[in-house]
């Protein structure tokens, strides 16, 4: 009888210490470490200057053949935030990335990025998207949905994008995509063997 | 054994006795085929109770090469440069590459080859050069250039007068004039397709209906008591016109000289039906031709100077000179100079004129100037999430009344009009795709769906056109050329043709 006692008791503590470890210590030990792995990816290699973190983000260039957004990955500030995130994504994208070519026109600067509950997310763009772009169906898809497929592909919160020009809702960039409404996620026009 | 030879006899036996009459060929009332300079009458076989005409009558009349070619097991029937494709077991046509249904196979016969009537309408008009229409209830192809409306009549008693209703489709100008003991009503037509004229009724007006002396005249025989007349016109289903002739007896009005005799004669109850039964096909009345950009909004630019607005609007007038020329259809362009346009005002243009088709030139531009060729749009709904989905499924909406009962209405959101058609505008995309694609070269992603701006108001099928790349040195020179806007403009014609030809049969 004593030893069946003692064998019960046994294999409840093995089992107590066995779930502990299980799904408490091991979780935090991955996490401890995940944390340690992103911390050193986003520090910069001189080590004298403070930590800039970074993610790495998916962001739209124009194929080679010009038939299609290229998905590439890219290392893209932090953003403690959705909105920040959202921000520094943009802003990445209308940052020039030689060899790449951009839908988005050359000097186009981001107002803001706002986000609302629903998951819509409205980034206002300065005019040159208008005035600097060269016009033609095509070109009007792909500078619309490499903005709409950055911020819905990288930022699960977002759903839907709605690009503002001057801060104000416009018709169309040069008259051919219907902005006047969010438009959602579209890998359609994106190359997916690359991916 | 023996009772199994004996039962595939007997079952031999009976496939022959039924086969062999349903295989007989036997004579019907012929066609006739009606051009400007004569009429000429098309034999008909009714094989296996299908009405049919030999190919080679077909091929005389309307010039046409039919190769038996029995080693690939295929008939082949050129048109000009367009060839149909048959094959002698099923029901079905190629033409260029397109298939449609036929409801027979062909048959043989001796050395000729027999084709179901509706070849003609399938298959024959949407690859021939000059128009082909085939009218089944008259008996009638017409052949070329023929202005030959439908004409049908109703007569009906109403107390005092007596109201000779006549349908005429398409719209063709008349007048309407009294010949002693005749009413004569002139059309302005080579022909008259008075088919549907007969009617038994007779009153103490109106005696009979009968097609005049000239092929373009219907002439009313007045009764005895007949006073006077009063005509009037309204619009009927499917660009038809609708004449209310009231024919007045002398006793039951006496009034003074000089007044008019006759109250004038109300419209008919819009809720009649149409007399004659029109096919969709002669549905196509108004087409909107949107040349893109114009203005300030100078659209894609060319690397010598090209801008897109002026391509568009040039391409626009070409293409409407020769639908107003091959269709007689009525073409509207939403601006025919170089101004502004806002993109609701575009489609509305199409809505208030209740176009059948709509179509937006334009001229594409890419980064890369290596990309070359021409792409066909149709919208895109995710980009308008429920609410497009919506207007897509719509039904009419059940409204009272005043005084009791209650009325069926639909509402169509401008926003949203041509989620309703996006079935019809796709069909078409297809058919403007197929026809491009035989005159010019198509880009890799030659069909596509886009949330365009100017195509989500439209009510009707609506397609947007990018006819090359500016951006493209090469292509940039031949968007300005004769020759290219030229086969753009001719692609587009046997587009809306072929679309007009399919959806008809349907």
């Not at chain 1, 951009?102 to 998207?129: K, M, N, W």
């Not at chain 2, 499917?238 to 005799?261: F, N, Q």
Request: glycine letters at 8%; hydrophobic letters at 45%.
């Amino acid at each position: 009888m004593n030893r069946r006692q003692a064998a019960i008791a046994a294999i409840v503590i093995f089992g107590i210490v066995a779930a502990w470890i299980l799904f408490i210590g091991l979780p935090r030990w991955y996490s401890a470490r995940r944390e340690r792995v992103v911390a050193e990816a986003a520090a910069p290699a001189g080590g004298a200057q403070p930590a800039v973190r970074k993610i790495t983000a998916t962001l739209f260039y124009v194929s080679d053949d010009g038939m299609a957004l290229v998905p590439v990955q890219r290392e893209v500030a932090f953003g403690a935030t959705t909105p920040e995130q959202a921000r520094a994504i943009v802003e990445a994208q209308l940052t020039a990335a030689v060899p790449q070519v951009s839908a988005i026109p050359a000097g186009v600067t981001l107002r803001g990025v706002f986000i609302t509950e629903r998951g819509d997310a409205f980034v206002d763009l300065s005019g040159d998207i208008t005035a600097k772009h060269p016009g033609g169906s095509l070109d009007e898809i792909f500078t619309v949905y490499t903005l709409v497929n950055a911020l819905t592909v990288n930022l699960p919160a977002i759903q839907r994008v709605q690009i503002l020009v001057d801060g104000k809702e416009v018709d169309t960039l040069a008259g051919h995509v219907d902005l006047r409404h969010p438009l959602a996620k579209s890998l359609e026009w994106v190359i997916h063997d690359t991916h | 054994m023996k009772v199994r030879a004996l039962l595939a006899a007997s079952i031999a036996a009976v496939c022959l006795t039924i086969g062999v009459p349903a295989q007989q060929p036997s004579s019907a009332l012929p066609y006739t085929v009606v051009s400007k300079d004569a009429r000429r009458p098309l034999p008909v076989r009714v094989v296996g109770g299908q009405e049919m005409f030999a190919l080679d009558d077909l091929a005389r009349m309307f010039g046409l090469t039919v190769r038996d070619d029995t080693a690939a097991g295929a008939i082949t029937v050129t048109s000009g440069a367009q060839t149909i494709v048959l094959s002698p077991q099923q029901p079905l046509a190629s033409i260029s590459g397109r298939m449609i249904s036929l409801p027979a196979a062909p048959v043989r016969e001796g050395r000729s080859w027999f084709v179901p009537v509706d070849f003609v309408s399938r298959a024959l008009a949407p690859i021939a050069a000059s128009r082909i229409e085939l009218r089944k209830p008259s008996r009638l192809v017409l052949s070329g250039d023929i202005r030959m409306p439908r004409v049908a009549a109703r007569v009906e008693p109403l107390g005092s007068l007596t109201r000779v209703t006549l349908d005429v489709a398409p719209s063709t100008p008349h007048t309407v004039s009294q010949d002693g003991q005749r009413i004569i009503v002139r059309f302005d037509a080579d022909a008259l397709d008075a088919a549907d004229l007969r009617t038994a009724t007779t009153t103490d007006t109106f005696q009979s209906i009968r097609a005049g002396d000239a092929p373009q005249i219907v002439t009313i025989d007045v009764g005895p008591r007949f006073a006077s007349f009063r005509a009037a016109d309204q619009a009927a289903a499917a660009g038809g016109t609708r004449i209310v002739i009231d024919l007045v007896s002398m006793t039951e009005t006496p009034t003074p000289p000089g007044t008019p005799a006759t109250p004038p004669a109300q419209p008919a109850n819009p809720e009649t039906p149409p007399l004659l039964d029109l096919p969709p096909a002669g549905g196509l009345r108004a087409i909107v031709i949107d040349a893109g950009h114009g203005g300030d909004d100078v659209g894609a630019k060319g690397a010598q100077g090209t801008l897109e607005k002026n391509v568009t609007l040039s391409v626009a007038r070409r293409l409407k000179a020769a639908l107003e020329a091959r269709l007689g259809v009525r073409v509207l362009l939403t601006r025919d100079g170089d101004q502004a346009v806002a993109s609701d005002q575009r489609a509305a243009l199409a809505n208030n004129n209740k176009a059948d088709l709509f179509i937006s030139l334009h001229a594409n531009a890419s980064v890369r100037p290596v990309v070359s060729g021409a792409e066909v749009f149709y919208l895109a709904l995710d980009g308008y999430g429920e609410q497009g989905q919506r207007a897509a499924q719509a039904s009419p909406e059940t409204l009272p009344v005043v005084g009791g009962g209650s009325r069926e209405i639909e509402i169509t959101p401008w926003e949203t009009a041509q989620a309703r058609h996006l079935e019809q505008s796709a069909a078409f995309a297809r058919s403007v795709e197929a026809a491009l694609r035989e005159h010019v070269t198509m880009s890799p992603r030659s069909i596509q769906q886009a949330p365009f701006r100017v195509l989500v108001g439209a009510n009707m099928p609506a397609v947007l056109v990018e006819m090359g790349f500016l951006t493209n040195g090469a292509q940039e020179q031949q968007l300005v050329s004769d020759q290219y806007q030229n086969a753009v403009a001719q692609a587009l014609v046997d587009a809306i043709v072929r679309f007009r030809a399919v959806a008809g049969t349907r």
